[in-house]
């Protein structure tokens, strides 16, 4: 099993041994669209894996801040108090690159930018790009993800179909 992460049609897709599609998920990737330099905010391309699992039981809509929980979950009044955050929530799939000079060591790390899949607090934005470079889900589909996946689970990000 693999992750595919399309780009172009912002979805995400956990594809099974024999090539079958098992789920697909719609996600939100960078605004500013793929890329792998530092400070960019694009999502990067290429192979990557699981490097870490976040956020084993906790609740939905848990807030986690540099990887940690924070102890409050998302609410319309908590984001009043944090405008422009870029909210990471319920769980953190954090991932490194497998390719050395594109997205591995160097000036351009994937796992030294902190791309993740997280939750999101914008749903509605879903399906269109939107992130600082991270890959965005729905908080009920990243929890499911995460239960899929184990650190190591390999992941593809494509700019084309």
């Known amino acids: 099993m693999?992750?595919?992460?399309s780009i172009p049609r912002q979805t995400l897709?956990?594809?099974?041994?024999a090539g079958e599609i098992l789920h697909r998920?719609?996600?939100s990737t960078a605004a500013?669209?793929?890329g792998e330099h530092p400070g960019s905010q694009c999502t990067p391309r290429g192979w990557h894996q699981v490097r870490?699992?976040?956020g084993a039981g906790l609740p939905s809509h848990s807030v986690l801040v540099g990887r940690r929980p924070t102890g409050e979950c998302y609410?319309?009044?908590l984001a009043e108090q944090h405008p422009g955050r870029d909210w990471i929530l319920s769980r953190v799939l954090w991932l490194s690159g497998l390719e050395p000079g594109k997205n591995r060591m160097g000036e351009r790390d994937t796992m030294r930018r902190y791309i993740y899949i997280?939750?999101?607090a914008d749903e509605a934005g879903l399906g269109q790009p939107r992130s600082h470079g991270c890959i965005r889900m729905a908080n009920r589909d990243v929890m499911a993800l995460f239960d899929l996946v184990s650190p190591h689970t390999r992941v593809e990000i494509r700019d084309q179909d």
Not at 2 to 5: C, D, E, G, S, V
């Open 32 to 34: 500013r669209g793929p």
């Open 52 to 54: 870490a699992k976040i």
């Open 118 to 120: 997280h939750g999101t």
């Open 13 to 17: 897709e956990v594809v099974g041994e």
């Open 25 to 27: 998920f719609p996600v």
């Open 75 to 77: 609410s319309p009044a």
């Open 2 to 5: 693999f992750l595919r992460i």
